[in-house]
């Protein structure tokens, strides 16, 4: 495994188990790290996701006091925190299909199952290094492209195209640490994000539209129709 040196890195841990707290944190200083945040509830979660300054948050996702996925969901949405491309690692005990599928579906580049080593841990750090996805974005998901295939299908009318964003874990390790820079890197990537998003909602609106429309001309009620109108007046506004 490529041994890589974490000196300029910021990394948060949330974890409310002191022990496993007190594990990650030795192996990252004993990479160099000198820059770690820890926390063991949601509330200070977001105020670490508050610090532009954070590279890496490794996070167990039954952190009490809120819901890890949707707090992944709006910081990719630029809702909540300074950086909506922070490289996220989740950790959890509960390896159940829907769990899992889950907290891939928040938006975090990789998930750990507990029990995990700390090899696999700083493993899993290289692989964000060396080979981070780039993100994709839809009308209910921004994240890492876990497409098995690449492009999109011929027939397919509106294909999702992967952007690039900022990866300020490499940057930091490869010497950049000037703070405007990446400041720059990451506001510039937001309005693409942004941008993006527009596009993506104009298409589901007229979607939507289209089907609410052919619901009336179907006769259906308005509780028939009440999914479909919720959600043209979430992306609308």
Do not use: W
């Not at 509960?94 to 841990?121: C, F, H, W, Y």
């Not at 300020?168 to 941008?195: C, P, Q, Y």
């Amino acid at each position: 495994m490529e041994t890589l040196r974490y000196e300029n890195v910021h990394v948060a841990i949330g974890e409310t188990n002191p022990h496993v707290r007190h594990s990650l944190k030795a192996a990252l200083l004993h990479q160099g790290a000198r820059s770690i945040s820890d926390c063991s509830a949601a509330e200070d979660l977001l105020r670490l996701l508050d610090d532009i300054s954070v590279d890496l948050l490794m996070c167990d996702t039954s952190l009490p006091g809120g819901d890890f996925c949707e707090i992944v969901q709006r910081m990719r949405n630029h809702a909540v925190g300074r950086n909506p491309f922070l490289a996220i690692i989740a950790t959890t005990a509960n390896a159940t299909a829907e769990g899992v599928q889950r907290i891939l579906g928040s938006g975090v580049d990789d998930l750990l199952i507990k029990p995990m080593s700390i090899e696999t841990v700083l493993d899993r750090i290289n692989k964000l290094y060396n080979s981070r996805k780039p993100f994709v974005v839809t009308h209910n998901y921004i994240g890492p492209d876990r497409r098995t295939t690449a492009g999109a299908r011929p027939d397919e009318k509106n294909p999702l195209v992967p952007i690039e964003v900022p990866n300020t874990l490499r940057a930091k390790i490869e010497g950049l640490t000037d703070v405007e820079v990446l400041r720059a890197m990451i506001d510039e990537a937001v309005t693409n994000l942004n941008f993006t998003k527009m596009q993506r909602y104009s298409h589901e609106i007229e979607f939507l539209v289209k089907r609410i429309a052919t619901g009336q001309k179907q006769k259906k009620s308005i509780y028939e129709l009440r999914a479909d109108l919720d959600r043209l007046s979430f992306v609308g506004t």
